[in-house]
């Protein structure tokens, strides 16, 4: 376990509530992991900047990565490993933390993102020309 929790800051609270509309996804943790997978993606270490941790959003380590958090506390200290921060606890912290929030930045960014469907094109590089329906994409959120 990396962390015991992760609060989040206002920021990536009001980030989150926006997605949650446009997605039709409910709950913090789905849309945390899918923001984790996300940042992970990407070739650069997120930036290492101070992120307040001032919302009253606060989810438990087995709620935020449910089942397979085993799978994503490897993914992140690979990818720390990776990026030469180390894999000390406080390092590995931060750096969950620091690529949550990238990846909720990220996800919000744009107005690309108007339904939970518009997440696959984020982790599939080959759709067919039609993408799934929805009920699909329910099938295969992480």
């Not at 990396?2 to 989040?8: E, G, N, S």
């Not at 990026?83 to 744009?110: C, E, M, N, W």
Request: hydrophobic share 40%; net charge negative; with cysteine.
């Amino acid at each position: 376990m990396i962390v015991k929790q992760l609060t989040l800051s206002n920021h990536a609270k009001d980030q989150l509530a926006r997605l949650k509309g446009k997605t039709g996804i409910d709950q913090w943790n789905i849309l945390c992991r899918w923001a984790l997978c996300l940042s992970l993606k990407e070739p650069t270490p997120p930036p290492d900047v101070p992120i307040p941790a001032d919302s009253n959003v606060q989810i438990e380590w087995h709620t935020l990565l449910g089942e397979y958090q085993e799978l994503y506390e490897a993914l992140v200290i690979q990818r720390c490993i990776q990026d030469g921060v180390g894999t000390d606890p406080a390092s590995l912290a931060k750096y969950f933390r620091l690529h949550v929030h990238r990846g909720i930045a990220y996800l919000s960014a744009t107005n690309f993102i108007k339904s939970v469907s518009d997440l696959l094109y984020l982790v599939v590089e080959d759709l067919p020309p039609e993408a799934p329906g929805e009920d699909e994409a329910d099938a295969i959120i992480p």
